[in-house]
């Protein structure tokens, strides 16, 4: 597998404008990200996520670093990496106050795109609305570098007992 | 940057398990796949994506491969991966029967999930239940390769002039 | 209570325009058909509703007439009004399979306004997507008289036993 | 028409049950409210409605007193006349600080139903959580009399000129 990993990064390299390079860059940073840390989802390495959760405050942020590999035609980031955001963010939000042998699965999501997703950066946030015995409804935000909010979630989630 | 590349992919192969180097493989050969084919987005390569599109019908079905990478922590895939494939394949729909010079954006994704995204591959279908001048309403369905439906979407997206 | 209404229903009469006591005679015949009719919501009968079930094809249709009193001050029909034929259609669809002693609850609802709500009736239809154990996902659409469709909603309805 | 409408609450009177009598009560205080007082929408009088706007803070708050006649046949508030409510007080904040000329038509709602709509009284408020040029998103909450939420929502608004 070694072989057959380096024989296609070559092909990438070979291939590859500089802006793609930049890309494979960020991708391979991400990567190992969730090798090195204790990510427990690929995608959170992917997207260099930093999570922040006040537990207290039932709050959770989440900041990552933007880069073209999760942009759309159009050059803004695309709708589903902003919803992949929303989704983490609320899921993080909810399951950091779950008790032992709980998690949550999202039943439901609803997101109003408000401003396209540009600059350097994403921060994320969330807010739990209600949180009963059998689901919690969570609240999410998008904002980029300069402040402007881009997207604004709703979403259900069912509490479940996780499989021993 | 090249050897920067090989150093990370190095670092990846010699700390990495089997499912990671299986998962950094699936990631290259989709990587690979934006290089070489003519994907608007580094998303649609990174998924494997295989579209179809039928005008007259105005629908269109997105196909991909699934893999550990786009797993969240409970072994299924990301509810942002469903998300990301919905609006992808809506927003393609679209854009498929769009006059020359115009494109369409997502303004508000909505989505019900119904069962656990596992197996092979997931199959999805966008049809168009409204065309207006200036929005348009669309729906969508995720399949898993069992032909459980694991997912259905709807999204309102704004029609505009894209940029000379 | 009989010499209040009759008053209340004078001052009415006496202080209100000729469409406001056409409205009120709608309102009034509607309110009449809950108590002649089998309806188990005053709603039912306020908005006229008649409803065509199909178990077999598990789809729901319910037509009701139009009046002033359902519209907003654009003088369409108020957006609320839609929802809550979507939220009944969907509903009685529903309903209509379960096993006795079983009803279904809306935990949430998405509506997508396409069309100004005018004309002399509207008409809408429920198709269930989904129907698992606990919960059902259900789709709806509303339509004008002249064939437009105004509204497209879906559902997530939670199944729950009825207390004996 | 005058006597067809005294025919009609002469039969209603007739028939109903004490309960009834009290729903037509409730309602036809409600429509006099619209006669009497400055309400732009029979749905308002009907509902009882009383609203208070803060321009400055850009949210609105409407109380609406409860009464069987907007229950389903669980005997909670019908989940249409929840979706009414937000509907209203998230379009009442848009407009109250639109400029002279403009208002605002609801595109796409979204709701979470949390618990039973019961007791004497419910109270819903709405913040403004964009707005742009064209569009508004907006978030509605609703409350019983003893402080629990039984709903959230948000909804996309499109702003329009008015027909002079």
Chains 1, 2, 3, 4 share one sequence.
């Not at 989802?41 to 073209?68: F, S």
């Not at 609305?129 to 059998?134: D, L, N, Q, T, V």
């Not at 609240?139 to 604004?152: L, M, P, T, Y």
Request: glycine residues 10%; hydrophobic residues 35%; aromatic residues 6%.
């Amino acid at each position: 597998m070694k072989d057959v990993l380096h024989q296609l990064l070559n092909q990438c390299i070979e291939k590859g404008t500089e802006e793609d390079l930049h890309a494979l860059t960020y991708l391979l940073e991400g990567f190992q990200k969730k090798i090195d840390k204790p990510y427990t989802q690929y995608i959170d390495g992917l997207l260099h996520m930093e999570r922040k959760i006040d537990k207290e405050k039932k709050t959770c942020e989440i900041t990552v670093p933007l880069n073209a590999v999760w942009n759309n035609s159009l050059d803004i980031v695309h709708g589903g990496i902003t919803a992949t955001l929303l989704d983490t963010v609320m899921g993080t939000a909810i399951n950091a106050i779950l008790k032992e042998g709980y998690g949550a699965v999202t039943n439901q999501l609803n997101i109003h795109y408000i401003a396209p997703g540009t600059g350097d950066t994403l921060r994320c946030k969330a807010e739990i609305i209600h949180h009963g015995a059998k689901t919690a409804v969570i609240s999410g935000e998008v904002f980029r570098d300069d402040g402007k909010k881009i997207a604004h979630g709703t979403g259900t989630f069912f509490i479940i007992q996780k499989k021993g």
